[in-house]
């Protein structure tokens, strides 16, 4: 078994990453004089991966949406319902679906090693029938509407169909009513079969914990898995938008709107050129910010106002967001300051203070057990590591930003997603 200790010198803190024998990748992020714990069990494997092969062997492609549809199944066994047992604990257990990965959790204060136990049990142990998927269609049905009928996930998905033309990221996670009655539990034990395999997860677990704990738990639960090679397939995307405005009506109090502009996705982002990235945008759009005072004075935004990089296989973007009375006059104001600073250069004054922020931020959130897991979870699939991340933003220069910003933000290659009240 090989266990590293990943020390950070900047921030003094430390955690264990193991190669169990069994495949799973497993960190162990202990925090002295914390009461609680926290754990993630995640696979690299969510709604975008819709068609792949296993070992060179021929292309499978499945229904959209059945990454979160085994999401959803996966809690269920013939003895029972997983949050009964977790009820038992006392721990607060969850799962989700992301574009790119599926994780199930828990956090709890007490009985972390029996809590621990129940998620390795039942994320290893699929049970589904005919009867179970065919009454999951109904539920999963009514959460595909509910979420249509959501303001704020229909301006963001309508901002992806008009970006993307052919990467899956354009398709909602819990994919449509048509799509889910093409599942089958015969599908969901293939597709189990292929991206459950414990060489393709991790297991991140943060707080009152120790790496024997864990390692004692996990030689007991965990059971040995032969690697396979998984091949993703996704259709050639070009660089360019799809349509640069998109519109729907919707019975909102106030317009929201996504301005996304479309980055080049060769491959993902390294812990570098995203500390150049998450600085520089820092710098546009925080709220310590030029851009945020003058958008605030103008009545064109209001504190909802956000950015993000969000980023996967094959897929990157930057995004505004947030509400607006003028969302195109919003939308022009950052295209243009965007303009403004790839002419005039950036402020070292104002480099200093994003980078401190960012820096800042990510080591405060060290003191959160449950961004730890998160944070290490998406470093493991991306293939960076947590400290990696801080120094890099430690390290990053005024000239790196300044020549980020050269190379991403092209506002002729944006759209905007508006969602407002229908005109009288």
Same mark, same amino acid.
């Given at each position: 078994?090989?266990?590293?200790?990943?020390?950070?010198?900047?921030?003094?803190?430390?955690?264990?990453?193991?190669?169990?024998?069994?495949?799973?990748?497993?960190?162990?992020?202990?925090?002295?004089?914390? !009461?609680?714990?926290?754990?993630?069990?995640?696979?690299?494997?969510?709604?975008?991966?819709?068609?792949?092969?296993?070992?060179?062997?021929?292309? $499978?492609?499945?229904?959209?949406?059945? @990454?979160?549809?085994?999401?959803?199944?996966?809690?269920?066994?013939e003895d029972g319902d997983a949050f009964v047992r977790y009820a038992e604990t006392g721990a607060n257990a969850?799962?989700?679906t992301s574009f790119e990965k599926t994780c199930y959790l828990f956090s709890c204060t007490d009985k972390f090693d029996e809590s621990l136990e129940i998620l390795l049990d039942f994320v290893q142990e699929p049970?589904?029938?005919?009867?179970?998927?065919?009454?999951?269609?109904?539920?999963?049905?009514?959460?595909?509407?509910?979420?249509?009928d959501s303001p704020e996930w229909?301006?963001?998905?309508?901002?992806?169909?008009?970006?993307?033309? !052919?990467?899956?990221?354009?398709?909602?996670?819990?994919?449509?009513?048509?799509? $889910?009655?093409?599942?089958?539990?015969?599908?969901?034990?293939?597709?189990?079969?292929?991206?459950? !395999?414990?060489?393709n997860m991790v297991l991140c677990v943060s707080g !009152?914990?120790?790496a024997e704990q864990v390692l004692k738990i996990a030689d007991k639960m965990l059971k040995p898995s032969e690697k396979h090679k998984i091949t993703n397939y996704f259709k050639d995307e070009p660089?360019? $938008?799809?349509?640069?405005?998109?519109?729907?009506?919707?019975?909102?109090?106030?317009?929201?709107?996504?301005?996304?502009?479309?980055?080049?996705?060769?491959?993902?982002?390294?812990?570098?050129?995203?500390?150049?990235?998450?600085?520089l945008l820092s710098m546009l759009a925080s709220p310590t910010s030029a851009l945020y005072r003058k958008l605030?004075?103008?009545?064109?935004?209001?504190?909802?106002?956000?950015?993000?990089?969000?980023?996967?296989?094959?897929?990157?973007?930057?995004?505004?967001?947030?509400?607006?009375?003028?969302?195109?006059?919003a939308a022009e104001m950052i295209k243009q300051y965007i303009t403004d600073m790839k002419n005039n250069g950036l402020n070292r004054e104002e480099f200093e203070i994003a980078r401190k922020a960012v820096y800042g931020e990510m080591v405060s959130s060290l003191n959160s057990v449950d961004s730890i897991s998160n944070m290490i979870a998406d470093c493991h699939f991306c293939g960076n590591e947590l400290f990696y991340g801080i120094d890099a933003v430690a390290d990053t220069t005024f000239e790196d930003v300044s @020549?980020?910003?050269?190379n991403i933000l092209d506002v002729n290659n944006c759209t905007l997603s508006v969602v407002k009240q229908a005109e009288e």
């Open positions: 078994m090989d266990i590293t200790e990943i020390k950070s010198q900047r921030v003094g803190d430390s955690y264990y990453k193991i190669n169990h024998p069994s495949g799973l990748t497993i960190y162990v992020y202990p925090k002295e004089g914390y !009461n609680s714990a926290y754990a993630i069990f995640g696979t690299r494997y969510g709604s975008i991966n819709t068609c792949f092969s296993v070992d060179d062997g021929e292309k $499978i492609t499945v229904p959209d949406g059945i @990454a979160h549809y085994l999401e959803h199944k996966l809690f269920e066994s969850n799962a989700y049970y589904f029938t005919a009867q179970t998927v065919a009454k999951e269609q109904g539920i999963i049905g009514q959460e595909i509407k509910m979420y249509d229909r301006v963001m998905f309508n901002m992806l169909e008009a970006m993307y033309k !052919n990467h899956p990221v354009r398709i909602d996670i819990a994919g449509t009513v048509e799509s $889910i009655a093409r599942i089958t539990a015969e599908k969901l034990y293939e597709i189990y079969n292929v991206f459950y !395999n414990l060489n !009152n914990v120790t660089y360019e $938008i799809t349509e640069p405005y998109v519109e729907q009506t919707f019975p909102v109090l106030m317009p929201l709107f996504n301005l996304g502009f479309k980055e080049k996705a060769d491959k993902l982002f390294n812990e570098k050129q995203n500390a150049e990235t998450e600085i605030m004075d103008a009545n064109l935004i209001n504190n909802t106002f956000d950015y993000e990089l969000f980023e996967g296989p094959g897929y990157c973007s930057i995004i505004f967001s947030g509400e607006s009375r003028a969302p195109k006059q @020549a980020r910003l050269m």
